[in-house]
C-alpha cells in the first residue's frame, strides 16, 4: 500500500504548483498558439496509443483527472468530455486564452473523491498527475470506480530509480517534517515502476500497453561540462522516465 501525505503537505504541493503554473502563464503570453499546437500533438499521439484499445466515438464519456490548464481532454473532439483538477477555477481564470472554445467541462475537486457514479465512462486521462496528489491509492480507487468495465485508463507517471525513491521518502518522512526542499516540493511521491504496477494490479487493472520515455528527453545539443556533470548526478539519482502506461479495467 503506498501511504498517503498529509494534507498540510499537500496544499504545500498545491502552492508549488500554483506558482509554476502562474509564471507559466506569463512566460507563454503571445505564445498561446503553438502551445494549443504542441498540446494538440500530445493528445494526438495519445489517441493514436489508444486506438487498439478503445475507438473514440461521441457516445463516449471521458475524464480526465487533474486537467490542469489545458490537458489531453481538451483536445479530443469526440465524446462527452469533463476534467477534474483541484486547482481548476485558478486555471480557468489564469489560462482562458488556452480553454476558449472547448467543450470540456471542467470542475474543482480531487481525484480520491470523484463526484461521478459507478461506472460512468470509457475512457479515463491521467497524465503526470499521481505524483502530485495527497493519496493515489484513493485516486486509483476512485478511477476504477467510475470507469466501465474494459473501460480504459491512460496513465503517465514519472517513475525513478530506487534511489529517487529512497531519497524521497527521506525527505517526506524526515527532512520534510521541518522543511520541505524546492526540488520536491510538487512532488510529494517518487514511485519506481514497479510501485505503479503493482497499485494498478491492487485495484484490477490489467496493463495492455507501456512505453518508458527518458526524462528529460535525451538532447544531442553540446553541453558544458559542468552542466554534463549535473545532468550525470541527476540520471545516477533519479534515472527519471515519463511512463505511459494503457490500462484495461477488468472489473
Ligand atoms: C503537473 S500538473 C499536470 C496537469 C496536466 N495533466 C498536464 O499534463 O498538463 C498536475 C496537476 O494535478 C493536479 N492535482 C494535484 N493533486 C490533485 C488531486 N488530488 N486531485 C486532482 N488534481 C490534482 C494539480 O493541480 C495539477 O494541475
Redesign the pocket.
Known sequence: MIRGISEKR?LI??QY?RTY?QQKALQICGYEKDIIFD?SIHSKRVCNLLSPFLTLTDSNRIL?????????GFFINTGDRYG????AGF?HHKFSSLQVGSKVKTIC????QLPFRAETFNLII????LD????PEL?IKETQYVLKKNGVLFL?VDVHSWAGHLLSLIHEHLIGRWIILKWFG?HPFYFRYKDVVQLLNRYGFRIAFKDLQPHPPESNKARSVLSQLKLGLWKFLFHTRYNQIVCINLG
Open positions: 499537500w504541493a498545491q504548483q503554473q498540446r480526465e483527472v487533474g486537467s490542469g490548464p489545458n490537458g489531453i477534474i483538477d483541484s486547482l486555471y475537486g480531487k481525484g480520491e491521467c497524465d503526470n498527475v502530485h496528489t495527497m493519496n485516486v503517465a510538487s
